[in-house]
Nanobody, 122 residues
C-alpha cells in the first residue's frame, strides 16, 4: 500500500499544508494519482487528480484555485498542496492510483494509500 506522508495534521483556517504520497510496492510514476477525502458518514470525494506525466490535472469545484496537485516522478512522489484551508476541508485524505486520469476520475483505482487526517480549525 502506498504511504501517504504524515505532513497532514492540524491547521487553522487560511493556513497551508502539503501532503505527499510515496510508493511502497508500487511505482507511482506509472500511474495517474488521485486525491480523495472522506468525512465520517460521507462517501469519499474526489478532490484532485494528475496524469502520469503530470501535464493533465483535475480539481473539484470546492478546491479549485486553492489546492494544487503535482508530482515528482524522479522521487516517485505525488503532492497535494492545500492553500487557503477552510474548516470544510477537514477530512481524511487518501491518495490513489489508476492507469490513467480518466479512470481515476471515474473511481476506477488500482490501489489506495492509507490516508492522513487533516483538521482545520476556525
Amino acid at each position: 500500500v502506498p504511504l501517504v506522508g504524515s505532513s497532514g495534521g492540524l491547521a487553522q483556517a487560511g493556513d497551508s499544508l502539503r501532503i505527499s504520497c510515496e510508493a511502497s510496492g508500487y511505482t507511482l510514476r506509472f500511474y495517474a494519482i488521485a486525491w480523495f477525502r472522506q468525512t465520517p458518514g460521507q462517501e469519499r470525494e474526489l478532490v484532485a487528480a494528475i496524469s502520469r506525466p503530470g501535464g493533465g490535472t483535475y480539481y473539484a469545484e470546492a478546491v479549485k484555485g486553492r489546492f494544487s496537485v503535482s508530482r515528482d516522478n524522479d522521487k516517485d512522489t505525488a503532492y497535494l498542496q492545500m492553500n487557503g484551508l477552510e474548516v470544510e476541508d477537514t477530512a481524511v485524505y487518501y491518495c490513489a492510483g489508476s492507469r490513467d486520469i480518466d479512470r481515476a476520475r471515474k473511481g476506477m483505482l488500482d490501489f489506495w494509500g492509507q490516508g492522513t487526517q487533516v483538521t482545520v480549525s476556525s
